[in-house]
């Protein structure tokens, strides 16, 4: 499912339940169908895609971000959470680290999500250890159309973001018509 103007999301102001607190900033964002989704052997069925997004999360991750739910608004499915002002990451963009360091690092970024996977393996019919490791003695089947779709994905994702900028250029850049924003 491919929104024309990307997957809304959201930053909330909401009063602390204790009182006397400071109010508290949560993210809100729409949850999609994941992009692979056609290319991965069938999956449990989950009543909403935020219900999945959450499970999934809460499996994967050993400390799963504060306050992180399922919440359906206004007939679609959304992750509610707390807002994480600062997030630990990698920045590849860098000059000192680049490319180099982006290439050294995969082995380890490989490992934790192979690490992350197990945790959640054979949960609610999906698969486990040892399907996951037949899974990736399987390679030869699979890559290509995984290639196929990734080469794909980039370039609709560098003319998305060509067209974004050719419109912030522009000052052409409207809220979708209905949003919260332009309500």
Known sequence: MRLPWGVPRYVVLAEHLRPGKLPVL???KRAVPPAAGG??????MWPAEAQ??????????????????????????????????VADKLDFDRQELGSAAFRAALPDFARLLAWAHLRAAARLGAAGPDE??????????????????????????????RAFR?????????PRPGSPVSA
Not at 55 to 84: F, I
Not at 139 to 158: K, M
Not at 166 to 174: K, M, N, V, W
């Open 166 to 174: 050719r419109a912030y250029r522009a000052g052409t850049l409207l």
């Open 26 to 28: 949560l993210d809100l």
């Open 39 to 44: 290319l991965v052997p069938a999956q449990p």
């Open 132 to 161: 996951l490791q037949a899974f990736g003695a399987a390679a030869a089947s699979w890559l290509g159309p995984v290639q196929h779709f990734a080469v794909g994905t980039a370039a609709i994702v560098r003319e998305d973001y």
């Open 52 to 85: 999945r997004v959450v499970q999934v999360q809460s499996w994967q991750q050993a400390v799963p971000p504060a306050l992180l739910q399922s919440v359906p608004l206004l007939g679609h499915s959304y992750v509610l959470r707390a807002l994480q002002p």
